[in-house]
């Protein structure tokens, strides 16, 4: 089972395939779902796509806007475009731009986006006989669903989203963030203004507002929680899958990096025994409350909080290590930090992490200084070997 990661830019792209990704999915600036992502330019998507076949590692690009008949012009010469640099498959929802890389890149596999809400066999028999190699299934199915479409359309390879953020509605089919911003959730411009409070006003009583409260923090209703199936990935496994999917191409590299590397120990592993310290690897990432959503049931009571939006945030991710000379570490500063606090360094083997309280911090001109500021590259002087690939993060203060 592929375990497949987003890469919202090259250096994203390079952690996720350090902490463990078999696969990454990556956007280019036009067409994909993440507008305000980095995404790659042309020329960067080629060597995303170098670095990952050098890495014997699969990239997939996506194409899944729900197009305007302004956005048709131009897709025939990107979907070449993308033909000729060899990305391993097109990440597709809407049909005419699926009917226009069928004709202009038919080399390329096809996988129908989460955005298309494939929720039956039916419907996943219907793109297969369109020539789709692979849907990503809706986020809404539960275990039971998913095994129904794999037993009855075994030709077709499936994929589930594992890990992220959730939409309150079927992806794709919400209006809201259009309606109130002029930027649609369809053409990659979402403001989620599902994690906004609202007000209810009767119809023929403008203006008056009635305040939703559900205790003094109001009430988000609808506010859908983070999905996490780390407990579950050994029925997953069983359900013999093709591919896994972490949601979050906007998130930092210390997030890809963390969560990657949960559910590629998670996968290693293959049954039940998966250790506390590799679950509360998702604890230490920014995120909402988790649920398993949709996984068990359709019970909708647990997929939301209504108490708030807000991200809950236990640690800090503080920097990258950009380079190491001997134990010396030299790291790109994200967060702030001083002498006196504890760091954990973390790397794709988690046997390898360790945590080092600060004694002396080194600036550019190597002189010392107390505090290490955002947008600065110091110099640590450790105790401990240094692999490649770490990032720094610090635990919040509990007040
Ligand atoms: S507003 Fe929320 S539910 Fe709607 S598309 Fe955006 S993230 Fe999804």
Redesign the pocket.
């Known amino acids: 089972m592929e375990l497949l990661s987003p890469a919202g830019d090259l250096n994203k792209l390079k952690y996720a395939v350090y902490y463990g990704a078999d696969a990454v999915y990556a956007s280019g600036q036009y067409f994909g779902l993440r507008a305000k992502s980095t995404n790659f330019n042309r020329e960067q998507l080629k060597k995303a796509v170098k670095f990952c076949h050098d890495h014997h590692r699969k990239i997939y690009v996506t194409v899944n806007i729900f197009a305007l008949n302004r956005d048709i012009k131009a897709l025939p010469e990107y979907l070449q475009f993308l033909q000729s640099i060899q990305v391993d498959a097109l990440i597709i929802s809407d049909p005419g731009v699926f009917a226009l890389a069928r004709e202009y890149a038919p080399q390329i596999k096809i996988h129908v986006s989460t955005q298309a809400n494939v929720t039956s066999w039916s419907a996943a028999k219907f793109w297969f006989d369109q020539g789709a190699a692979r849907i990503i299934l809706a986020r809404e199915l539960n275990i039971k669903d998913i095994a129904e479409i794999k037993q009855k359309v075994p030709e077709i390879e499936l994929e589930i989203f594992v890990q992220g953020a959730m939409?309150?509605?079927y992806s794709g089919r919400?209006l809201?963030?259009a309606f109130l911003n002029d930027r649609s959730?369809n053409q990659g411009l979402?403001t989620?203004?599902?994690r906004w409070e609202y007000d209810l006003v009767e119809r023929s009583r403008p203006g008056e507002q009635f305040r939703i409260e559900q205790d003094k923090y109001g009430s988000y209703f609808f506010n859908s929680k983070d999905l996490n199936l780390i407990n579950r990935i050994a029925e997953i496994t069983e359900l013999e899958l093709d591919s896994v999917k972490i949601e979050g191409r906007m998130k930092s590299i210390y997030y890809v990096a963390a969560v990657t590397r949960a559910y590629r120990s998670a996968i290693d592993i293959g049954n039940n025994k998966i250790s506390d310290n590799i679950k509360n690897e998702l604890n230490k990432i920014s995120h909402r409350r988790y649920s398993e959503s949709f996984f068990n049931s359709n019970d909708s009571k647990k997929t939301q909080y209504y108490g708030s939006s807000a991200y809950i945030r236990e640690y800090q991710f503080i920097g990258e290590i950009t380079k190491t000379i001997q134990q010396s570490a030299f790291i790109a500063i994200r967060s702030k930090f001083s002498v006196d606090d504890t760091l954990e360094f973390i790397f794709p083997d988690f046997e390898d992490d360790f945590q080092y309280t600060v004694k002396e911090i080194f600036d550019e001109e190597n002189i010392a200084i107390q505090s290490a500021k955002p947008n600065t590259t110091i110099r640590l002087d450790l105790d401990n070997k240094i692999p490649n690939w770490g990032i720094v993060r610090k635990k919040n203060n509990e007040d």
């Open positions: 939409c309150m509605s919400c809201i963030s959730a979402c989620q203004p599902c």
